[in-house]
């Protein structure tokens, strides 16, 4: 069973109430049937994911992550998601980028590279 599948069966219930809605409604509208989910899930995700290997892997998975966190339009401290980055590092390079106290997730980054 796929998305598609249930927003097949859910749209036929709400088709009358979007013939006069904003773009703006709609996504809303979407977001609070099926976004949910997915947003606890990133969520988790975020908060498991851990430095296993490479810094610049860490990296590519957790800055999608933000990014797709961000598109539920939340506003969520910035150093918030600073703490959990640092947080998720192998324990040597987070002591050594905490001393620095980056004030933002993009300095954390440029950090854990150098």
Same mark, same amino acid.
């Given at each position: 069973?796929?998305?598609?599948?249930?927003?097949?069966?859910?749209?036929?219930?709400?088709?009358?109430?979007? *013939?006069?809605?904003?773009?703006?409604?709609?996504?809303?509208?979407?977001?609070?049937?099926?976004?949910?989910?997915?947003?606890?899930?990133?969520?988790? *995700?975020?908060?498991? $994911?851990?430095?296993?290997?490479?810094?610049?892997?860490?990296?590519?998975?957790?800055?999608?992550?933000?990014?797709?966190?961000?598109?539920?339009?939340?506003?969520?401290?910035?150093?918030?998601?600073?703490? !959990?980055?640092?947080?998720?590092?192998?324990?040597?390079?987070?002591?050594?980028?905490?001393?620095?106290?980056?004030?933002?997730?993009?300095?954390? !980054? $440029?950090?854990?590279?150098?």
């Amino acid at each position: 069973m796929n998305i598609m599948d249930d927003v097949a069966r859910w749209y036929p219930s709400i088709e009358k109430q979007l *013939q006069s809605c904003s773009w703006s409604t709609f996504a809303n509208i979407i977001l609070e049937r099926f976004g949910q989910e997915q947003h606890k899930l990133l969520l988790r *995700q975020l908060f498991q $994911l851990r430095q296993e290997t490479f810094f610049h892997e860490y990296i590519s998975n957790f800055t999608p992550l933000v990014d797709q966190l961000n598109a539920y339009g939340t506003t969520a401290d910035p150093f918030f998601y600073t703490m !959990c980055f640092i947080d998720g590092l192998k324990d040597y390079i987070c002591v050594a980028i905490s001393m620095h106290r980056p004030p933002n997730l993009d300095i954390a !980054c $440029l950090l854990a590279k150098l």
